[in-house]
């Protein structure tokens, strides 16, 4: 009798154990959202013979070249001490320019060249601790490359000619100490530059070397125009500009007066972000931009042609050519979507051929989870777009939310693209809301300028209103929320827990923004262009203190009621380590739970990707401990 009834028990366990699990997706291991692709950053030669990328030798990225013809691939550089940087690039002349990833700014950043003939490595630019920036090479003058480089001043960037072969530098043009961006033609020559004082700026145009820049237009930081390339028409160059419109568009303007002669394209419901514009055939290929999901106009029919062909092969990927061979036969093509990190691909256009390079995702897109546009009205009226990522569950209501804010707060948000935490986030049984408040960049100049100084204020409603938005619709649990987010969405985190105590049951900060002082106090020197810019935009620190204190969260360590866990970089630039660490002990002191879990290790390391597979293995733990509500 009694082992009928332990039978009987056992049974009933088991069928309420299945009856939980029936709905829940099987975990996949941390490893696989965190895998690092083995090759990275793709290159293709100007001759089209050969295809280089980064892949890992001794803990370090180093280039790796493969013959397109024979397939076989060749070691190049050996290093076991700094990564070679993502931003290498081939000259005319089949070379390879690169530089080294170092610990900190202060670090020496020489410029390396390698001969892929010979595999030889020699220093062709060694300036100390200066840093060094690729504007242009070109095909008239293989030899020479035209970069920048803040060796006479840190807070300013010279434009020099640098020759590859002899390591001859030639000063070209002098910062007078606003310049923040110049426009190097296809023959090298810079005839457009901008100049800002931070609120204003101001575009100067001359016909050749000999002459003088002058302005020909002016605007404040609200209004912008952004040079891309001279048309060959007259003096005309294009330029993506929102001047007298709310969504940026690309336009046509005469260089001799500044006028806007005509728009080439413009999209009513978003900013167009991007123009693809080929040098070496001196033509307009297409322009992007963002609404729900990424979208593409073609000026070309070739290009068109080629992007309709990849689409058919690649069908439901997002595609882009990243690079390509002298004569345009050959690219390099990379694809992602929702629920994939996509793939790197070599396109031979007179066979219309693709041959996969790399895989950059490890698991089955069918087992994680769509990422899908949403759109919801603020309590002030303003609607707010973003993204929310459902778990695979069969009952979509009553369930526990991460709200994960983006860094920023301006030029940047949200997209529909791959992301690791949100996916592991959704994999572990969260619905994940990504928010694109006002000050998000892609939505015009109104909705971009209606965050200015509301860090603590309307961004935060967003934030806020999302949350309400998706308990009123029942698809959220209001006792199970969380926050996480990093820098500025760290902030956002942290801001969310003491102002809104009870909206959340806890939060991760990964690198947050405490202080807002310390934020614009510690910008680097060649920042300094744009202060005036961030003190009308975040806030001035002497006129607004009482706003910054207000709503920055080391002066409100009393206010946070839920547990909170830390993840900091110890070689964050922007941190002050002593102020995080005393704002932690002010939290114990309040008797806030807080785990802090600072690293050191090198960003692209084997270790630090240790780290970061642990780092997740806390927050799924934290997330789990905190919440579970009891009946």
């Not at 992007?288 to 092969?313: C, R, T, V």
């Not at 603020?378 to 860094?407: C, E, M, R």
Request: charged share 25%; net charge positive; glycine share 6%.
């Amino acid at each position: 009798m009694v082992r009928s009834l332990k039978a009987l028990v056992l049974i009933f366990v088991v069928i309420v154990l299945c009856a939980c699990n029936k709905n829940k997706a099987p975990e996949i291991p941390i490893s696989a959202f965190l895998k690092n692709p083995g090759k990275t950053s793709f290159k293709i030669s100007p001759d089209g013979k050969y295809v280089s990328y980064l892949k890992r030798y001794h803990e370090t990225q180093n280039i790796f070249i493969q013959s397109i013809a024979s397939g076989k691939e060749v070691m190049a550089t050996s290093f076991s001490d700094f990564s070679v940087r993502g931003d290498y690039t081939w000259t005319y002349d089949n070379q390879i320019l690169f530089g080294q990833e170092k610990d900190k700014p202060g670090d020496e950043h020489p410029m390396l060249v390698l001969d892929i003939h010979t595999l030889k490595i020699k220093t062709i630019l060694s300036e100390g601790k200066a840093s060094v920036r690729i504007l242009n090479k070109s095909r008239l003058m293989p030899d020479i490359i035209t970069i920048s480089m803040n060796k006479r001043d840190s807070a300013n960037f010279d434009v020099y000619r640098l020759n590859v072969k002899t390591g001859e530098l030639k000063t070209y043009l002098l910062n007078p100490g606003n310049i923040t961006e110049w426009l190097v033609d296809v023959d090298g020559k810079i005839r457009l530059i901008k100049a800002t004082n931070g609120v204003d700026e101001t575009i100067l145009y001359r016909p050749n070397d000999k002459s003088q820049f002058k302005t020909i237009i002016k605007n404040n930081f609200r209004n912008y125009v952004k040079p891309i390339a001279f048309t060959g028409v007259k003096k005309n160059f294009y330029a993506l500009s929102n001047v007298g419109r709310d969504k940026t568009a690309f336009v046509e303007i005469n260089a001799e007066n500044g006028q806007e002669e005509r728009v080439m394209y413009a999209n009513n419901n978003a900013d167009i972000l991007r123009v693809d514009y080929s040098k070496i055939k001196k033509r307009l290929e297409l322009v992007s931009w963002e609404e729900a999901k990424p979208q593409k106009h073609f000026f070309n029919g070739e290009i068109k042609a080629i992007y309709q062909n990849l689409y058919k092969q690649l069908s439901g990927s997002e595609v882009n050519i990243s690079d390509r061979d002298t004569a345009e036969n050959k690219f390099i093509v990379s694809t992602y979507t929702d629920r994939s990190r996509g793939a790197v691909y070599l396109y031979e256009r007179l066979n219309n051929t693709l041959t996969k390079l790399t895989d950059n995702s490890s698991i089955n897109p069918n087992k994680l989870c769509a990422k899908t546009p949403i759109s919801y009205t603020a309590s002030d009226g303003t609607v707010i777009n973003g993204y929310l990522t459902l778990p695979l569950v069969d009952d979509k209501t009553d369930l526990p939310v991460v709200v994960i804010p983006h860094d920023g707060p301006f030029g940047s948000r949200d997209s529909w693209n791959y992301s690791s935490d949100v996916q592991f986030l959704a994999n572990r049984g969260y619905a994940v809301l990504q928010v694109n408040y006002r000050g998000s960049s892609g939505y015009g100049k109104v909705f971009y300028s209606a965050g200015f100084k509301e860090l603590g204020g309307k961004i935060q409603q967003d934030i806020t209103d999302g949350v309400n938005w998706l308990i009123t619709k029942k698809i959220a649990n209001p006792k199970k929320i969380a926050i996480y987010g990093h820098g500025f969405g760290g902030f956002s985190a942290l801001y969310g827990i003491s102002f809104n105590p009870k909206l959340y049951n806890c939060a991760v900060i990964q690198n947050g923004l405490i202080n807002l002082f310390t934020y614009i106090k510690t910008a680097p020197p060649f920042y300094q262009p744009f202060l005036q810019k961030m003190y009308a935009t975040i806030g001035d620190p002497e006129k607004d203190a009482d706003q910054l204190r207000a709503i920055s969260p080391v002066f409100h360590s009393d206010k946070p009621k839920v547990p909170i866990i830390i993840f900091q970089d110890l070689k964050d630039q922007r941190a002050n380590i002593n102020e995080l660490d005393h704002y932690i002990r002010e939290l114990q002191r309040h008797n806030i739970p807080v785990k802090y879990l600072p690293s050191k290790d090198q960003r692209g390391s084997i270790s630090s990707e240790k780290k970061r597979m642990q780092n997740y293995a806390d927050i799924e733990k934290f997330l789990d401990n905190n919440m579970h509500v009891k009946p």
